[in-house]
């Protein structure tokens, strides 16, 4: 026995005592902890949101549900429809105007940008002033989705708990990704699909160390959700079967008449952004504008207020016509769009979750026409084109598909949905080259699916690796050769590199920019490949221990 732990103690001390003092040091288990609280604090902070929507609608339909079309039924008056959402964008519109820097309320694209720039920091009142916003347009009526400003909201929370400790940069990033699985996995009941969402389209990449603590937050706010609101997902549907393995060719065509409609749909949000932008008006009367738009198409078609989830459930159990079902595929299209460029609150995912279910059941209504002995039921084909025209406009093609098993719990339709998935999110790489959210911040001058050194250059700046002036220097400053291109702290990498490139100096004087004659540093060419190599080698660290 004692030769056996003389043994052992080599083993432990060269082996394991590393890895855990490693642990120790990037701080794993107060990370967990803190994921676990955020995790808990999200799931409420999403109920809350919810209740919230609902309270609101319950001010003007008397019903705080979501069941918009199903209490309008009831003996309510046509200009209501007409005016309660304009009312709601003088609201939206005036807390813009006056409580929000950013003039618009922020969604995912946000938090996409806080992790990439901002070492996942998001400021905590402009987060909750966003989720207000939101929760009083949609329920108004605007036609968005409510998981985007839960995503957001929960990014905020993360990012308000993290602040209070002296973390990483990378582990502000991971926190900030339980924050985002917490608020999918609290939304859906869905937390497989939460964890793969964070992943994939925040972090951007499936570290381990990642991994674990967002699996922690996920889990935690579906049973703060399970808890309060059953245990049931989003969608309540009957079972489905594939009738025909011949029909798999059939699911293929779906996924190209999905991708179809998900090009279609960003471009008609970009128009309408576009044309938005080019209208001049005060802040404050665009949501009222765009509320009375909205409401004029919900007169005829309410099914396109407010999240649109009864809408959804209708098209899955097979309730649509399918002159109906085009028809609202083409006015959600519309409202969302407008609903997006007035800046209500609001975001895209209900939406396009909305827009496959009218596309695969209008495809299934088609194809049981066309081959009655080989086609499934139309529910059936509105939940693989649910899945596949919300991958191609999310850019999530992961964890929509892990969406579509945990709303069905059925290996065959995830099977039938992949191939789908696949060729929709490929056609919308095609035509777009980027997802609705990437488009978003391609509008900010942000191209983020190019890769972190796209990014790195922009966010790393002269004054980060300028070298000061030194006491000589300051009381006798060196002559600037008058051809030698000028930086000021400000200025970014990318901007430095650039001249560097195009001048043959191995260092580049640093003025000040209010008064270009008055030289604060230099420069040096190393120094500043030295800073971009140290950046990439740190990213790629991150996202792959």
Known sequence: ?????????????????????????????????????????????????????????????GD?????????????????????????????????????????????????EARALGGGRINFMHGLGSALVSAVSLGAGASAGREGPAVHL??????????????????????????????????????????LFALEVVLGHYALSAFIPIVIASVGATLVTRNHLGDFPAFILPHYQIESYWEFPAFAILGITCGAVAICFQFVAMGADWSARRVTMPLWLRPVIGGVLIGAIGV????????????????????????????????????????????????????????G???????????????????????????????????????APISTALIVFELTQDYEVVIA??????????????FHGQSFFHWQLSQR???LQEGPHQHIVREIHVRDFMVPLSDEERAEPPERDDEMPLLTPEDT??????????????????????????????AERVAALDTYNKALVDAHVEEHR
């Not at 964008?89 to 922020?106: D, S």
């Not at 993360?158 to 991971?174: E, N, Y």
């Not at 430095?496 to 230099?522: E, H, M, N, P, Q």
Request: proline share 5%.
């Open 300 to 355: 005829f078609l309410p099914e396109i207020l407010g999240v649109g989830y009864e809408a959804t459930n209708a098209a899955l159990t097979q309730r649509f016509s399918l002159i109906m079902l085009l028809a609202l595929l083409v006015a959600k299209t519309v409202a969302t769009a407008i609903t997006l460029a007035s800046r209500f609150g609001g975001g895209v995912f209900s939406p396009s979750l909305y827009l």
């Open 1 to 61: 026995m004692p030769d056996l732990i003389s043994r052992l103690l080599p083993f432990v001390g060269g082996r394991i005592a590393p890895n855990m003092r490693k642990m120790q040091d990037d701080r794993q288990p107060l990370i967990w902890l803190l994921a676990a609280v955020i995790g808990t604090v999200v799931g409420y902070a999403v109920w809350g949101f919810r209740v919230t929507i609902g309270n609101v609608q319950e001010l003007w339909l």
């Open 64 to 112: 705080p549900s979501h069941d918009v079309v199903a209490t309008l039924a009831a003996d309510k008056p046509w200009w209501l429809v007409l005016i309660v959402p304009a009312l709601g964008g003088l609201l939206v519109g005036l807390f813009l105007q006056y409580a929000l820097p950013k003039r618009r309320p922020e969604g995912v694209a946000d938090v996409i």
């Open 493 to 522: 990498l990318s901007a430095a590199l650039r001249a560097f490139d195009t001048a043959s100096y191995t260092r580049i004087a640093v003025v000040d920019g209010s008064d270009t004659s008055k030289t604060l540093g230099w």
């Open 357 to 395: 279910a009218m596309t695969g059941g209008a495809f299934g209504i088609i194809a049981a026409s066309v081959f009655p002995e080989y086609a499934s039921s139309n529910g059936l084909y509105a939940i693989v084109g649910m899945g596949a025209v919300a991958a191609a406009i999310l850019g």
């Open 445 to 447: 001058g942000l191209f």
């Open 154 to 195: 929960g990014a905020t929370l993360a990012s308000g708990i993290d602040r209070h400790f002296r973390l990483s940069a990378a582990a502000k990033r991971t926190l900030l990704g339980c924050g985002v699985a917490a608020a999918v996995s609290a939304s859906f009941n869905a937390p497989i699909a939460g964890v």
């Open 417 to 430: 949905a992949l191939p789908a998935i696949s060729l929709a999110s490929g056609m919308m790489q095609a």
